[in-house]
């Protein structure tokens, strides 16, 4: 269902509030770049400090300016079964085109409290799902097996994986069959686990640099794995540098070095500098290549 290179977008800040235009650009860039999908009010998105009427506005401007170009993949999952129900109508109702529901962080539930937390999201909404399974953030992650339960759910269309397992993604291919979507969590993750028969990426890169990603997924998408091997390479210093620290203050930050919105961010998240700084400034420095031109942003 979804595939490709899909960017996690970043949410702009001015002044403490939601910066409209900004966001009406980023979108616009994005597509005019060549991204294959768009994640708005994900974690790169710092939803957890964005009110319900902020979330609205994030989804709703995102649909309106993609306008059906580009899928729309709103984050819309919680901790609580109830607010992920509301905000995944509220995603619904705003045109979105799929919703991407993150494992319930914090209380930690069993396999079985995962299996039925995801289930009564799937019956309340005709959004086709995708999973988060990001156990670094979370606490605790879907199994293998219970992924595959989820996929008998015909709205459970894919997963996306940050466990930094490979045996995990085997065996989510394996139990859920090829028509189930995986795409990578971690943009360095891309090219093992399209080898292993994944789908895309959701991408942090893709902020800054859609048209590089996209390219590097329309290699392996082809069958290119020579090209896709050297984009990735040449990608990899650009993966590293955007998490020298919590994302999404290294991308927000290159966003903002690069021209595209302000580096403005909420507590607790705060601002990047020193040593860090100047290391993700090297790191565009030398990836001018794969990064738009001004004229571009």
């Given at each position: 269902?979804?595939s490709?290179?899909?960017?996690?977008?970043?949410?702009?800040?001015r002044n403490?509030e939601?910066?409209?235009e900004?966001?009406?650009?980023l979108?616009?860039?994005q597509?005019r770049?060549?991204?294959?999908?768009?994640v708005?009010?994900?974690t790169?998105?710092?939803?957890?400090?964005?009110?319900?009427?902020?979330?609205r506005?994030?989804i709703?401007?995102?649909?309106?300016?993609?306008?059906?170009?580009?899928?729309v993949v709103?984050?819309?999952?919680?901790?609580?079964?109830?607010?992920?129900?509301?905000?995944t109508r509220?995603?619904e109702?705003a045109?979105?085109?799929?919703?991407?529901?993150?494992?319930?962080y914090?209380?930690?539930?069993?396999?079985?409290?995962?299996?039925?937390?995801?289930?009564?999201?799937?019956?309340s909404?005709?959004?086709?799902?995708?999973?988060?399974n990001?156990?670094?953030?979370?606490?605790?992650?879907i199994?293998?097996e219970?992924?595959?339960?989820?996929?008998?759910?015909p709205?459970v269309?894919g997963?996306?994986?940050?466990t930094?397992s490979?045996?995990?993604?085997?065996?989510?291919r394996?139990?859920?069959g090829?028509?189930?979507?995986?795409?990578?969590?971690?943009?360095?993750?891309?090219?093992p686990?399209m080898?292993?028969?994944?789908?895309g990426?959701?991408?942090?890169?893709?902020?800054?640099a859609?048209?590089?990603m996209?390219?590097?997924?329309?290699?392996l998408?082809?069958?290119?794995w020579?090209r896709?091997?050297?984009?990735?390479y040449?990608?990899?210093?650009?993966?590293?540098?955007?998490?020298?620290?919590?994302?999404?203050?290294?991308?927000?930050?290159a966003?903002?070095?690069?021209?595209?919105?302000?580096?403005?961010m909420?507590?607790?998240?705060s601002?990047?500098?020193?040593e860090?700084?100047?290391?993700l400034?090297?790191?565009?420095?030398?990836?001018?290549h794969?990064?738009?031109?001004?004229e571009e942003?």
């Amino acid at each position: 269902m979804f595939s490709g290179a899909l960017t996690a977008l970043i949410t702009p800040f001015r002044n403490g509030e939601v910066d409209v235009e900004a966001l009406e650009n980023l979108v616009e860039f994005q597509v005019r770049q060549g991204i294959h999908g768009l994640v708005p009010c994900g974690t790169t998105g710092e939803t957890p400090t964005l009110s319900e009427k902020e979330d609205r506005v994030v989804i709703e401007t995102t649909v309106r300016v993609a306008g059906g170009r580009v899928p729309v993949v709103a984050g819309t999952g919680s901790n609580s079964t109830e607010m992920a129900i509301k905000y995944t109508r509220m995603a619904e109702e705003a045109g979105a085109d799929g919703s991407l529901q993150v494992v319930p962080y914090y209380n930690k539930p069993t396999q079985e409290g995962l299996y039925r937390h995801f289930a009564a999201i799937a019956e309340s909404t005709d959004l086709p799902l995708v999973l988060y399974n990001i156990p670094g953030r979370t606490g605790v992650a879907i199994s293998a097996e219970t992924t595959a339960r989820l996929a008998e759910i015909p709205n459970v269309v894919g997963t996306k994986e940050a466990t930094h397992s490979m045996d995990v993604t085997s065996d989510i291919r394996r139990l859920c069959g090829q028509e189930f979507s995986i795409l990578a969590g971690d943009d360095p993750l891309a090219l093992p686990i399209m080898a292993l028969g994944g789908n895309g990426v959701i991408s942090v890169s893709g902020n800054i640099a859609p048209g590089a990603m996209s390219d590097l997924m329309d290699a392996l998408r082809e069958g290119d794995w020579d090209r896709g091997r050297s984009l990735h390479y040449e990608m990899l210093p650009l993966f590293r540098a955007l998490f020298v620290e919590t994302n999404p203050i290294p991308v927000k930050t290159a966003a903002s070095l690069i021209g595209l919105c302000s580096d403005e961010m909420r507590l607790p998240l705060s601002p990047m500098e020193g040593e860090n700084l100047r290391r993700l400034q090297e790191v565009l420095d030398h990836a001018t290549h794969l990064l738009p031109t001004p004229e571009e942003v």
